[in-house]
């Protein structure tokens, strides 16, 4: 009878999507094809997703997918950048590519289960290459790149890159697809030699990238390949981590060096916002700082951009100035355009700078297309500019794993094996041991037991770190702002903190941390998770520079990752037959939500569950034997944002494990 059901579900579900594409084939008709039907549905805030960081890679691509209405959120206010897809998602969301594109909108029915009726609309279009068994397991890179390159024609993926055939090592199967997003700035590899890895899992912040740049040609990447260099016959070296560009400060195709860097202090500012296809910056300062502002319209003039008009009149006791600044390099007419502020006639701009001025304060806006790239290079007024590149001798380097299972550096400087580390203190070779620690919160490292009582720290939310991730002193001065303070900082206040990205030193006889303030020591960090495979070891690339001896700290940990298991609760004692409600009574006091989930981790032939959704749920004890249920608590807390110190609602969770003993 269920074989029977199932079949007339698969069957229903066919009849929805061949009336579907019948639909959307009439519609078509009336309908432009084109990535111009990629238009905005709905409008990203910043701070919309608590684990999206607007100084994250990817958090232009997942604001770019969300308001094209091709990804949404988990849950209230997670993204969940590290999560992982499905090959469900994966076909729903190449079923949606192709929809909107070929008819503006994408007018799916509701099917049982949910992707049934996106694989049948994948299947009928010619998407999906061959029926699978499972669309609940994980989507795999490779996966992912054969739908997205079939969801819409090759003539909306134009060669912008050259790249050779043969080129991509570890592409063996699927070339076709996986060639011509690679040539069109979809893919660029996760190092320099374009490494594809197809076989692994694809990560939704890695998805949302992908997707934008399919939808948005101006989002796609020019690329250069390396040779990746030779290990050299019969060593035993494999490269699993490729050295960094050395001149990557810079973004390619038009950006602009940002002026809350540039000002170097002088203007206080707020969180970028959205107006017709523009970022708007907004800063504010003092009267004097006018001049900052006439500084860095010279420097736009140096970066591609040319003053059209201007203005500059004052009114009683108020200032008010504008410039509007065209780009002038290529690709210059799809930028977006907009009057200049203050000017009565129709002249317009690519890019408009525009405030007022009091005896008081100056209060400046910037309006840059969406188009154009908002970075820091370095430039700074008044001053020196700065490296944005990663400090320490061995930073840009790559990683070999050697045949013994050790690491070491591209550079020769650095080795070191699974569970220790080499540790450069003032140049003095030391080692010690190294633990990496996933629970359900965090991601810890701890490197211990080189010197005396001193210690290194790294923490970040669980699941967030990944192979290829880098954190320079100005990017972990910023996940500190707001949560560490002068005089907190013990080893007891670090560990407890459950947000952010945290570095810690245990530096003659005290721990400090990268900050804003005078009060730290540590002056420059840099942090790169060399490799992180979570079923086998974690590598790290350390280093720290201090104003006191020991001045400098350098060093190479490796650890396998261990995960911490969830606390185990009262043990429930069953007779076969028999019922029993079991309640999550951990709550927090006053949560923004809160949701339940409960499961099943063994003895699932033991065992049953019902009101698995629910503060309670009910066990029916089935058969004699030990079984486990473990109960998930999502909730809502207010948390400081760890950018402006504001109150948020971030989503955290509890787990608890019953053990069921059933006689």
Known sequence: MSAMKTRCKRLLSVCLAILLSSTLFLTSASAAQGLSNF????????????????????????????????????????????????????????????????????????????????????????????????????????????????????????????????????????????????????????????????????????VAALVSRIAVP????????????????????????????????????????????????????????????FVVRSFKGEPE?????????????????????????SYSRERFFSW???????????????NIQYLD?????????WGTVTSSRIKVKIYVPRQISIADAGLRYGSQNVSVQPSGPSASAGLYRLADGSYETTDGRLRTTSGRAMILRDGARLTGNVSFVSSETRDELWVEDYYRNEKVYFTAPAGQMISGDQYTQRELEREGKGILLPGTLDEGFLTGIDWGTILGVLHSGAWTTPLYDNASTLREATVRVLYLDRSGDAVFYVYARFDTAPYELELLAAAPVSRENP?????????????????????????????????????????????????????????????????????????PDVLTGIDRTVSRTKTSVYVIEIS
């Open 218 to 277: 101006s989002q796609r990447k020019h690329i250069q390949l390396q040779t990746r260099p030779s290990a050299g016959s019969g060593n035993g070296k494999e490269l699993i981590s490729s050295p960094l560009s050395q001149n990557a400060s810079a973004p390619e195709g038009a950006w602009i060096q940002d002026f809350a860097n540039y000002c170097n202090g002088a203007f206080s500012y707020e969180e970028p916002s959205e107006n017709n296809g």
């Open 345 to 353: 006639d129709d002249s317009s701009c690519n890019l408009c700078v």
């Open 324 to 338: 509007g600044l065209d780009y002038t390099g290529s690709n210059a007419d799809a930028l977006s355009t907009m």
């Open 567 to 639: 606390s185990e609760g009262e043990r429930v004692q069953m007779r076969r037959g028999e019922s029993q409600a079991l309640s999550f009574n951990n709550r927090e006091f006053l949560p923004a939500y809160e949701t339940y989930s409960w499961e099943i981790l063994s003895g699932d032939t033991l065992i049953s569950l019902t009101n698995t959704s629910s503060q309670t749920c009910t066990v029916r004890a089935l058969a004699s034997g030990v079984a486990r249920v473990q109960v998930t608590y999502t909730y809502g807390a207010r948390e």
């Open 39 to 206: 238009t905005a549905v709905s409008t990203y805030q910043s701070g919309l997703f608590t684990d999206v960081r607007d100084s994250d890679w990817f958090s232009s691509s997942v604001e770019t997918a969300y308001e094209l209405g091709l990804m949404k959120g988990v849950g209230a206010s997670s993204f969940l950048p590290g999560g992982t897809m499905t090959l469900g998602e994966a076909v729903a969301l190449a079923a949606r590519l192709h929809s909107i594109y070929y008819t503006g909108t994408e007018a799916f029915r509701q099917s049982s289960p949910w992707y049934q009726v996106y694989v049948d609309y994948a299947l009928e279009q010619d998407i999906l290459p061959r029926d699978y068994s499972d669309y609940t397991a994980q989507a795999t890179r490779e996966t992912c790149a054969v739908l997205f390159s079939r969801a819409l024609p090759a003539s909306a993926f134009p060669a912008i890159n050259t790249i050779a055939d043969g080129s991509l090592s570890d592409v063996v199967s699927s070339k076709d697809e996986i060639y011509l997003l690679y040539r069109a700035g979809i893919l660029t590899g996760n190092d320099a030699y374009g490494t594809f890895a197809p076989n692994s899992t694809i990560t939704r912040s890695e």
């Open 289 to 313: 700082d006018m001049d900052v502002v006439q500084a860095y319209i010279e420097l736009l003039c140096q970066q591609g951009f040319q003053v059209v008009d201007s203005y500059d009149r």
